[in-house]
């Protein structure tokens, strides 16, 4: 995506723009397709953790990484009345996987690198949500 700020005159009016934009399915929105790409990142990081983990951090991280993009689709697919809620347990999610990514970098279990690549797109799903349901809100 580009950034098309310099574009208009200010921040209110890229935000009218923004909201007059045809979002057409779900997977076009930058939520879910960040939200998809660190799903897929926890699945190959956690692929190299313990075994003893399988059942236990291994599939929470799993589970919360994909709850986020499936929310984003399931909320939007069902409509504006839910969505808002559906947004809302997304970035419960995003969280609580971001309390996981700091445990398996404290325990040892990624390397930085690996770390670094995830949080910090988990922390840009995060903006993202939070950003969506405050105009949301504001809007209705």
Do not use: H, W
Not at 6 to 29: P, T
Not at 84 to 93: E, P, V
């Amino acid at each position: 995506m580009y950034d098309v700020s310099f574009l208009v005159a200010n921040r209110s009016e890229l935000d009218a723009i923004f909201f007059q934009m045809k979002i057409n399915s779900y997977k076009e929105l930058e939520a879910y397709k960040k939200a998809y790409e660190v799903a897929k990142m926890v699945y190959k990081m956690t692929a190299s953790f313990p075994k003893e983990e399988l059942y236990g951090l291994t599939n929470q991280l799993r589970r919360a990484a994909v709850s986020v993009p499936s929310n984003i689709a399931e909320g939007y697919m069902k409509g504006s009345k839910e969505y808002t809620q559906f947004l809302k347990i997304a970035l419960g999610s995003a969280a609580e996987l971001e309390t996981q990514l700091s445990l398996s970098r404290d325990l040892g279990y990624c390397n930085e690198d690996n770390f670094d690549g995830v949080y910090i797109l988990n922390e840009e799903v995060i903006r993202l949500l939070k950003t969506y349901i405050k105009k949301i809100v504001l809007r209705d």
